[in-house]
């Protein structure tokens, strides 16, 4: 009796031992992927990340789940992607502001850029926009920027907050023009745009996937592109370049990360299948109609980037002055 229950219990082990085996040796991936994104839903971040992510699925053949988890700017998500499994199941959106501001805005942060994650692919761009309201009363461009230089400090510019890619490009746009305006920061893009319709302020600073349907609709006027050449959604819109600021070029863009420790190999796939997804053309033109332009690129070439953005942008929060704690 006693030799049959080790017997049972010696083969049950076995099964256990051959499955686990069976399962490990599976090619990744054999489960869904879990895309985290540190913005609501409906958000031009959770966009992209949807349009990539069901591309994504498709060449994974596995489920890619997007997982919203807003908060402090994406510091919420940052810091829950950084202490997750680093198994190749969990990726998360990561943009200018996890990866290159703020480091330099805050003292502390529950998260390093750096050390906690792994650059896997870069994903898509805007360029951000100065935008007046229905009856703000600027013509066009250089009438606004007139009106700036006569009236400084008169009058406000709303953003979606404070460390936000739309704050710092407003602080560049400042100092480079030689302007002053009042920055009204909001908790979002989405109550800066309700007040910019309502006439509450008459400026805002927007990246187009959050106010698409408005300027296409006519109901905003886009007036200054923050972009090295003008914006193939907005082609009648110049650049503050074209405007003799060359300094001033900003953008709000994404790339895909990973926890630091996950393998190199799985690492390289997903690098390779996002750029392959956000290079479909399907893909490229949903993105481009909701304001986004794709830049597909590897790991390195968004390694060099996110250094380079770094460099500028921490060299102007602290010539700025600018701290968040």
């Known amino acids: 009796m006693v030799k049959k229950s080790w017997l049972a219990t010696a083969l049950v082990a076995l099964g256990a031992s051959v499955l686990a085996a069976g399962a490990a040796a599976q090619p990744y991936p054999n489960k869904p992927v879990r895309w985290v994104v540190g913005y609501p839903a409906g ?6 990340a949807r349009t990539a992510g069901a591309q994504l699925s498709q060449q994974l053949g596995q489920p890619v789940l997007v997982d919203n988890r807003p ?5 919420i998500a940052s810091e829950h992607v950084a202490r997750a499994p680093a198994d190749g199941y969990t990726v998360f959106s990561a943009d200018n502001g996890v990866l290159v501001y703020n480091p330099a805005l805050y003292k502390k942060l529950p998260y390093d850029p750096e050390k906690d994650f792994a650059l896997l692919a870069m994903m898509g761009r805007s360029a951000l926009v ?5 009856n703000a009363g600027f013509a066009d461009a250089k009438a606004l920027l007139a009106e700036l230089k006569r009236s400084p400090g008169k009058y406000s510019i709303g953003t979606p907050g404070n460390g936000s890619p739309h704050h710092l490009a407003l602080e560049l746009f400042q100092r480079e023009a030689g302007v002053s305006l009042l920055h009204v920061p909001y908790k979002g893009g989405a109550p800066a745009m309700q007040d910019l319709m309502a006439g ?10 959050s106010g698409v349907s408005a300027v296409k609709a006519g109901k905003i006027t886009p007036l200054i592109a923050l972009s090295a050449e ?27 990360v990973a926890p ?4 190199k190999d799985v690492q390289a796939r997903l690098g390779a299948e996002l750029q392959k997804a956000v290079s479909d053309a399907g893909v490229r033109q949903k993105l481009f109609d909701a304001g986004w332009d794709a830049t597909p690129a590897d790991a390195a070439a968004m390694t060099r980037y996110t250094e380079a953005e770094r460099k500028k942008w921490h060299a102007l929060i ?5 701290k968040l704690d």
Not at 43 to 48: A, E, I, Q, R, Y
Not at 130 to 134: E, L, R, Y
Request: charged share 15%.
């Open 43 to 48: 958000g031009g971040t959770d966009f992209l």
């Open 71 to 75: 908060g402090a700017g994406a510091i």
């Open 130 to 134: 100065i935008t007046a309201g229905p």
């Open 200 to 209: 509450q302020v008459p400026l805002i600073v927007l990246d187009l996937p």
């Open 230 to 256: 003008r914006m193939p959604q907005l082609p009648n819109v110049p650049t503050a370049k074209e405007l003799g600021y060359a300094g001033v070029e900003a953008y709000a863009w994404q790339g895909l």
């Open 260 to 263: 630091a420790a996950t393998p």
């Open 318 to 322: 602290k010539a700025r002055d600018i």
